[in-house]
């Protein structure tokens, strides 16, 4: 296709749209199709794909045995409002797969599941305010919009909204601690414990891992203290490791929230944890003012829930895991390499499976160490990656089982132009 149909698409979404997109991703990004590891624009542009749809594309675009589950799905039903075997299925899979789960709840997107995990906190402890930490994300939600990505720094334990339109009566419901702290939380704890509902934490905060001992702090600071503490495993969950991060760090929260890679591409999220709390979505076990009220017209269809089967069930077969960690650490390795023989300070931060580099010379322990970060530097690094054929998110490299030997040659000869040629 020409400039001028792209030029064209992005004219007719500026007259339909606000900002001219979806919010999520730049607007002049406007993708054709995507197979395996490679997406393509509509100007017939290639990309080796490290955005994958933001993650839940572990297996790459269109994988034959998904595909061929789906289809054989599709003629049966897409939706009922009600059960289906398929997405019983996937919850069995998912209580034997992750450590918290007794329980599964379905929502359609994760940011639904963050805002239920939280809803639910309160409703098991009649406790209100929640901890969340600075930079952590966890949906659109009016308590995750707190201290998400604040431009003004103030003083913890203090919440900034992120969004227009938030009562100050949510903000004054949050307290908001420096993730890796673990004085600090000690010290909030020590203040507020008896008001507090839960802790909701990324165990892997974006790009940051947690420091040795800090998840373990939580739960035992949550058992002493008769908190519910929340894993927004969204993330995270079947992609550090099949169980997730509480299998990668060998610490279980009381409630995880699940999505991305349980859909396998389709729109499909979960609340799972303990029985005892996950009751308070049943009114005959915990009567009408204990019930939580949850539904949703997609929640569990059986398209997404056999996507997310075939997806998980290809995902737990020998050597996978082990695979697209080798893939990450050949690419963090060339990072290192090449951003270091142009003389550009740096910290590559995460997991190999997810990761990307931050351009300071200072350890990354928590959002406002990111801050340090060159992002002209950085915005520059990516708008280069992207010329040479390489599309990722403007922080994070997301892995894929579908990279080939020659995609992440291409991507390694990408990124030593890149260091070539940032200036700064």
């Not at 500026?14 to 919010?23: K, L, N, Q, S, T």
């Not at 993650?55 to 790459?60: D, N």
């Not at 969340?132 to 707190?146: I, L, V």
């Not at 604040?150 to 900034?160: D, G, K, M, Q, T």
């Amino acid at each position: 296709m020409s400039q001028q149909t792209q030029q064209t698409l992005m004219d007719r979404a500026a007259a339909v749209m606000p900002g001219g997109g979806f919010g999520n991703y730049d607007p002049a990004m406007i993708i054709r199709e995507g197979r395996a590891a490679h997406v393509w624009d509509e100007d017939g542009n290639q990309y080796i794909d490290y955005l994958i749809g933001s993650g839940p594309m572990m297996l790459g675009h269109g994988h034959p045995e998904v595909l061929e589950a789906v289809q054989a799905q599709l003629p049966k039903g897409m939706t009922f409002f009600a059960n289906n075997a398929l997405g019983i299925e996937l919850a069995e899979e998912i209580c034997r797969a992750v450590a918290c789960a007794d329980h599964v709840r379905y929502v359609s997107t994760g940011g639904e599941a963050d805002m239920y995990a939280m809803r639910l906190a309160r409703a098991y402890t009649g406790r209100d305010k929640i901890i969340k930490f600075e930079g952590g994300y966890h949906g659109m939600s009016a308590e995750a919009q707190m201290s998400l990505a604040p431009e003004s720094l103030v003083n913890f334990p203090i919440a900034v909204p992120d969004s227009a339109g938030i009562p100050d009566a949510v903000r004054d419901s949050m307290l908001i601690a420096p993730y890796n702290d673990e004085v600090f939380l000690r010290s909030l704890l020590d203040e507020h414990g008896d008001d507090i509902a839960a802790i909701i934490v990324e165990p892997m905060q974006r790009i940051i891992p947690p420091m040795p001992g800090f998840l373990q702090l939580l739960r035992d600071e949550c058992t002493k203290r008769g908190i519910v503490l929340i894993f927004d495993e969204v993330v995270t969950g079947f992609r550090l490791a099949y169980g997730g991060a509480q299998e990668a760090y060998g610490v279980t929260p009381d409630l995880c929230t699940l999505g991305k890679v349980i859909g396998g591409g389709f729109p499909l999220a979960a609340i799972a944890g303990n029985a005892e709390i996950m009751a308070h979505f049943d009114m005959h076990k915990v009567g009408r003012k204990g019930f939580l009220m949850q539904i949703g017209t997609l929640s569990g269809n059986p398209v997404a829930a056999i996507a997310g089967l075939k997806t998980m069930e290809i995902l737990a077969r020998p050597g996978q895991y082990e695979k697209l960690i080798a893939t990450g650490n050949a690419l963090i390795d060339a990072i290192k390499m090449h951003l270091s023989a142009a003389g550009h300070a740096h910290q590559v931060t995460g997991h190999p499976i997810l990761f990307d580099v931050v351009f300071t010379d200072k350890p990354i322990q928590n959002y406002r160490d990111t801050m340090t970060g060159d992002k002209n530097k950085a915005a520059q690094f990516n708008k280069i990656l992207r010329r040479e054929g390489i599309l990722k998110s403007p922080s994070k490299m997301y892995m894929s089982l579908a990279l080939s030997e020659d995609d992440i040659a291409k991507t390694i000869d990408a990124i030593a132009v890149a260091a070539r040629e940032l200036t700064g």
